[in-house]
């Protein structure tokens, strides 16, 4: 399974950043995927997931701002982020669960200034 992360970006506060991740290797569309990010000194958070039939669930902190979506023709799953604030400020990982075992994208890092 690999799953390929890209999008992030430095933003000014109140901006809006777009990340996508491409998955390969498994039958996407039969996977829930999430979005997850960790800040320096914190620990990994879940972000955003949407499950096979589309519903989608999201963490206090980014309801309203955020939106996950997913296109089973070309595998991938999108964050759209709007309103961002410094304390999005992270690196963010897609990851998806195949046999058990968790699969994590490589990250891409999102830097939202003040």
């Known amino acids: 399974v690999q799953l390929q992360a890209s999008g992030g970006g430095l933003v000014q506060s109140g901006g809006s950043l777009r990340l996508s991740c491409v998955v390969s290797?498994?039958?996407?569309?039969?996977?829930?995927i999430d979005w997850y990010r960790q800040a320096p000194g914190r620990e990994r958070e879940r972000v955003a997931t949407?499950?096979?039939?589309?519903?989608?669930s999201y963490a206090d902190s980014v309801k309203g701002r955020f939106t996950i979506s997913r296109d089973n023709y070309q595998d991938s799953v999108h964050l759209q982020m709007s309103s961002l604030k410094p304390e999005d400020t992270a690196m963010y990982y897609c990851?998806?669960?195949?046999?058990?075992?968790?699969?994590w994208g490589q990250g891409t890092q999102v830097t939202v200034s003040p």
């Open positions: 990851h998806t669960i195949h046999r058990g075992r968790a699969f």
């Open positions: 290797r498994i039958m996407f569309s039969h996977y829930p």
């Open positions: 949407i499950d096979t039939d589309f519903t989608t």
